[in-house]
């Protein structure tokens, strides 16, 4: 695997190289450390100051990626280190792409971030825009050594399929746990269901078979997924909610003390390209870290 790690040197940055050190990852897996800085050209009779800034820049990158290295001790993988003049989202997004790479890896907010569940910009840009899995750390400092709890909440889409073959692909240490869980979005979340209810038997009947029909549905999508995990985690669980997805996802999440949530960009109605509600929603008021699939 081939990971890109992005870092600024804040301690968010330095908890995402935290998180990659925990996984089991071998010297065949590569891990790409990129550090970009945006500048706008400086007036002619700024030079100096320009001529400062470069030499300081010069001192100081170095040492960025050094912290971002030592985090990542005792990782197995190779380590490649990369610094870029560029748009910090566009640099990482270009390097992921012309390295290949199968995932972005990122504090959740930079140097000028507040103690916050809401993540950065360029954060955000990045789980906008990128094509592959974007793993974004929220937790400073509290990344388990073993035992992680991950929490995959699927619908059954094709991004949701994806994300589940993302999530196979991690290496994590031993006795860590997976929920995986469906919310049932009815069919019939449009009518209080204690009104319709109190309708006539028929819409009695109607309701208790579109719940049916709803489970049954649920069952599938969740077999699929624990198929497609199996042998990944020394437990894997099944839950099924019904209710409104982003709300429930964030409950149960804190019902497991989950380290991980892990979402497809969106669901069945998504645009290619863009995060899904439930991803947006969960990437901003997960209190864990969340891999946008």
């Known amino acids: ?14 908890s995402a190289a935290k998180f990659l050190s925990k996984l089991r990852l071998t010297p065949e ?40 290295e030592d985090a990542l001790q005792p990782c197995q993988a190779a380590i490649t280190r990369v610094f870029a003049e560029n748009y910090p989202d566009k640099a990482i997004i270009d390097t ?3 390295s290949k790479a199968d995932m972005i890896v990122m504090g959740a907010r930079g140097v ?42 699927t619908d059954g889409s094709e991004r949701a399929v994806a994300a589940c ?15 995986v869980l469906h919310v049932v979005s009815s069919a019939m979340a449009d009518i209080p269901e204690r009104f319709s209810l109190e309708i006539d038997g028929r819409m009695k009947n109607i309701v208790a078979s579109s719940r049916e ?17 199996t042998g990944s985690f020394s ?29 497809g960009t969106s669901g069945k109605r998504g645009l290619k390209g863009a995060l899904g509600s439930v991803s947006r929603h969960i990437l901003n008021h997960a209190e864990c870290s969340v891999m946008i699939g």
Request: charged share 25%; proline share 4%; glycine share 4%.
């Open 1 to 14: 695997m081939k990971i890109v790690l992005a870092t600024d040197g804040s301690d968010h940055s330095e």
């Open 29 to 68: 897996d590569e891990i790409i450390i990129i550090h970009a800085i945006s500048w706008v050209p400086i007036m002619h009779e700024w030079g100096a100051l320009f001529e400062d800034f470069k030499e300081i820049r010069e001192e100081i990158v170095p040492r960025i990626l050094d912290a971002a």
């Open 96 to 98: 992921a792409k012309t």
């Open 112 to 153: 000028k971030g507040i103690v916050t569940h809401i993540v950065g910009s360029i954060t955000k840009q990045v789980a906008e825009h990128s094509s592959i899995p974007a793993l974004i750390v929220k937790t400073i400092n509290n990344t388990p050594d073993s035992g992680f709890k991950i929490l995959f909440a």
């Open 165 to 179: 073959k993302d999530l196979h692909k991690l290496s994590f240490p031993e006795g860590s746990e997976c929920t």
């Open 213 to 229: 029909w709803e489970t049954k549905q649920a069952d599938v999508i969740l077999d699929s997924a624990v198929n497609e995990l």
């Open 235 to 263: 437990s894997i669980n099944r839950e099924i909610r019904y209710g409104d997805a982003p709300e429930e996802i964030l409950n149960v999440a804190h019902e497991i003390k989950a380290n991980l949530i892990i979402v």
